[in-house]
C-alpha cells in the first residue's frame, strides 16, 4: 500500500528514489545494521563520501548539527 489516494500526483523522482531504497532494504533484509554496513562498503570501494557525521567542530555527532546551533521548532 502506497499510502496515495487516488487524487495524488506522482512524481517519478520520488517513485525512483522510494524503489531504490525498497531494493536496498530488501537487499539487506531490512535491518539497519546491514543497510549502513553496506553503505560503508560502497562509499570505501568507491572513494567518495556517501555521508558526514562530521559536524562544525569536527567531532562526530550525536545528533543533527541544525539541534547543536537552534533547538527545534514545537507548536504552541
Keep these: 500500500m ?3 489516494t487516488p487524487e495524488m500526483k506522482t512524481d ?3 517513485d525512483e528514489v522510494r524503489e531504490a531504497r525498497r ?3 530488501e537487499k539487506c ?8 554496513a553496506d553503505a560503508r ?3 570505501e570501494t568507491s572513494g567518495h ?3 558526514s557525521v562530521v559536524g562544525r ?3 562526530v555527532c550525536e545528533e543533527p548539527v541544525e539541534y547543536k546551533t537552534k533547538p527545534p ?3 504552541d
Excluded: M
Design 23 to 25: 531494493k536496498l532494504a
Design 2 to 4: 502506497s499510502g496515495r
Design 12 to 14: 517519478p523522482i520520488v
Design 57 to 59: 567542530e569536527g567531532q
Design 49 to 51: 563520501p556517501l555521508v
Design 41 to 43: 562498503l560502497r562509499e
Design 29 to 36: 533484509r531490512f535491518d539497519v545494521q546491514r543497510i549502513f
Design 73 to 75: 521548532r514545537t507548536e
